[in-house]
């Protein structure tokens, strides 16, 4: 089993993570739930581990008629994590579902088990598994096969949406004609125009 956290101290200090740090408590609780309070506590770690691995992350992403908790993307490689404290079930028939949308490179499960989980079956859908009981990665995720045109279409929806993060909302728009007019890529725009580090 390999574990997420080499260092000791970013691990500890990532447990401690409050909901102070991105909004207020009661902006979480109204955006994400009660179960999704118990969840976000555990996206900063995740997240740390992605960022490890060269992934610029994006959290709580509405796509059509899906939100995924955690993506990541490195270039033209994608990574979605999927997170629950409860509803276990619940939590592999979203995976199989983001398998399905074949915009994922790599889908993993991330769930506090209390014994040792038995999920080798999983590896037949390509599905990765983090215990986040004992933050270790019980079963590793296999590239999948996606639809290019579909992932393009998701990345730059992502990166679009990252730029707004950083713009006026007049800046945003005139940015889009300029990406028409001079032919640059959702990329070299980011590059150029936003606080953006794309890896």
Same mark, same amino acid.
């Given at each position: ?57 994006? +959290? ?101 949406? +990252? ?37």
């Amino acid at each position: 089993m390999k574990s997420i956290f080499r260092d000791k101290g970013i691990k500890e200090d990532l447990e401690r993570v409050s909901c102070t740090q991105h909004h207020s408590c009661e902006d979480l609780i109204l955006k994400i739930g009660i179960y999704g309070m118990k969840e976000y506590k555990h996206y900063k770690r995740l997240e740390k581990w992605l960022a490890s691995k060269g992934f610029s992350i994006f +959290e709580k992403i509405r796509y059509g008629k899906h939100e995924f908790d955690i993506v990541g993307i490195n270039d033209i490689k994608t990574i979605n994590v999927e997170v629950k404290e409860v509803f276990f079930k619940r939590l592999i028939d979203q995976a199989k579902k983001r398998v399905d949308l074949k915009i994922f490179d790599y889908v993993y499960i991330a769930y506090p088990f209390r014994k040792k989980p038995k999920v080798d079956w999983l590896a037949e859908y390509g599905i990765g598994v983090i215990d986040l009981s004992n933050n270790e990665i019980v079963l590793s995720a296999k590239r999948l096969k996606t639809d290019i045109k579909e992932k393009e279409k998701f990345i730059n929806y992502l990166l679009r949406k +990252e730029i707004r993060l950083h713009l006026e909302h007049d800046d945003y728009y005139y940015l889009m004609r300029r990406l028409k007019k001079e032919g640059l890529t959702i990329k070299e725009l980011i590059i150029k125009y936003a606080h953006y580090e794309y890896p």
